[in-house]
C-alpha cells in the first residue's frame, strides 16, 4: 500500500496554522507509512467504515463514484481518520490491559484459593 500525503503541502495563513498538520508535513513518508501499517485490522475496518459513512458510499457495481474536493476538506477528513485510529488505538489497548488485569487477577484469585486449602 502506497501513502501519498502530497495535499499536506497545501499553503496555509496565519490563521489556519495547525500543529499536527506542521508535524505531519515534516514526517518522512515512511514513517507514516510504518505507522499506518501498524493498526490493527480490526481498527483499518473501523476506520474505512467510518471514511465511507463520511464521504458516503454507493454500490461501485451499479454507480461510476468520483469523489471531489479540495485539499483543505481531505486534509480534515485524513486528521478525523487519524484521530479517530489514535483513539481506536488507545481502547485496543486499554482493553488489552484490562483483559490481563482480569487474568491476572484470576490467576491469584486461584493462588490464593489453593494457598488456603493447603494451609487448613
Same mark, same amino acid.
Given at each position: 500500500? =502506497? %501513502?501519498? %500525503?502530497?495535499? /499536506?503541502?497545501?499553503?496555509?495563513?496565519?490563521?489556519? !496554522?495547525? #500543529?499536527?498538520?506542521? !508535524?505531519?508535513?515534516?514526517? &518522512?513518508?515512511?514513517? /507514516? *507509512?510504518?505507522?499506518? &501499517?501498524?493498526?490493527?485490522?480490526e481498527v +483499518?475496518? =473501523? =476506520?474505512?467504515? #467510518?471514511?465511507?459513512?463520511?464521504?458516503?458510499?454507493?454500490?461501485?457495481?451499479? %454507480?461510476? =463514484? +468520483?469523489?471531489?474536493?479540495?485539499?483543505?476538506? /481531505? *486534509? &480534515?477528513?485524513?486528521? $478525523? *481518520?487519524?484521530?479517530?485510529? !489514535?483513539?481506536?488505538?488507545?481502547?485496543? +489497548?486499554?482493553?488489552?490491559?484490562?483483559?490481563?488485569?482480569?487474568? $491476572?487477577?484470576?490467576?491469584?484469585d486461584?493462588?490464593?484459593?489453593?494457598? $488456603?486449602?493447603? *494451609?487448613?
Open positions: 500500500m =502506497i %501513502f501519498n %500525503f502530497d495535499f /499536506l503541502e497545501s499553503e496555509s495563513s496565519d490563521r489556519d !496554522y495547525n #500543529n499536527l498538520m506542521e !508535524y505531519l508535513r515534516q514526517q &518522512h513518508p515512511e514513517v /507514516l *507509512a510504518r505507522v499506518a &501499517h501498524s493498526a490493527s485490522p +483499518k475496518q =473501523i =476506520i474505512s467504515q #467510518n471514511v465511507q459513512g463520511l464521504v458516503g458510499m454507493l454500490p461501485t457495481g451499479d %454507480f461510476n =463514484i +468520483k469523489v471531489t474536493t479540495d485539499r483543505e476538506n /481531505l *486534509a &480534515h477528513l485524513l486528521a $478525523s *481518520a487519524m484521530m479517530t485510529g !489514535y483513539f481506536l488505538c488507545q481502547m485496543e +489497548k486499554r482493553r488489552d490491559l484490562e483483559e490481563n488485569l482480569s487474568q $491476572s487477577d484470576s490467576l491469584n486461584r493462588s490464593n484459593s489453593q494457598d $488456603s486449602s493447603e *494451609a487448613e
